[in-house]
């Protein structure tokens, strides 16, 4: 009947109140059987053993009623339980990382970066007066006509020089030491794309600038990379 369906629907349902429920429809099979007996003309039948039934299953009803009261209290009690030990383990999380932790470290990286933008462009600005100094002295080229290519290869000594064009000033001392102005924007799109991998974005935001880094590092990561990569990795071999 409704009640046991109600009772079928309810894995969870305690013992106790599975067996209210069980007790509430056999007291309404009862009932329904007496009825169906005086139907067929069974004088055994007694109006007292019918209110019997129904007094008996109205019991059963709200018997079984109420245990499905206890039990829906106690399973919001173990909720609420459970709700407030969730909320104060996250709680417990969010101490562990005081936000002021990120401020700093953001400080720091903000600086660091500043720092490294100022070395870049004092380090392009160098290389771009070098350049100059030895096109004003007369050294030869390292691109341009057959004719730039004529002479002693580039060395510490006598180095060549590059025209200051799209990648901007470089001066080669030959061996594949080259000093180049790359720019600021160009190293720190490097920098941005080794790293992107460990980047993590919230759920719905746009990639982080990945465009513009793809297109900066593809285009600066030739020259950058013996620059800086290669200088990275003897700085990690001495400090070992």
């Known amino acids: 009947m409704t009640t046991t369906t109600t009772t079928a629907g ?4 305690a013992p106790a109140t599975v067996q209210a429920e069980q007790e509430a429809t056999e007291a309404e099979q009862l009932l329904t059987a007496l009825e169906e007996r005086v139907r067929d003309g069974d004088e055994h039948v007694t109006a007292q053993q019918l209110a019997n039934a ?3 299953g109205r019991f059963a009803k709200l018997r079984a009623e109420a245990a499905r009261r206890k039990a829906d209290h106690a399973a919001a009690k173990a909720a609420e339980q459970e709700r407030r030990r969730k909320t104060e383990r996250a709680l417990a999380l969010l101490a562990e990382r005081n936000p002021q932790t990120l401020t700093a470290a953001y400080a720091a990286a903000r600086d660091a970066l500043a720092a490294f933008i100022a070395a870049s462009d004092a380090f392009d600005d160098t290389v771009t007066k070098a350049a100059h100094l030895l096109r004003a002295a007369g050294a030869p080229q390292c691109a341009g006509s057959p004719e730039d290519m004529e002479g002693p290869p580039a060395s510490p000594t006598a180095p060549r020089w590059y025209a200051p064009g799209y990648s901007g000033a470089a001066v080669s001392f030959g061996g594949g030491d080259l000093r180049s102005a790359d720019g600021a924007a160009a190293r720190l799109a490097v920098l941005l794309d080794d790293l992107s991998h460990r980047i993590r974005q919230a759920p719905g935001h746009p990639a982080f600038t990945r465009a513009p880094i793809d297109d900066q590092a593809r285009r ?14 003897e ?3 001495s400090e070992k």
């Open 10 to 13: 309810r894995p969870e349902a």
């Open 54 to 56: 129904r007094e008996l």
């Open 220 to 233: 600066a990561r030739g020259s950058l990379r013996p620059q800086l990569h290669a200088r990275a990795a």
């Open 235 to 237: 700085l990690d071999r």
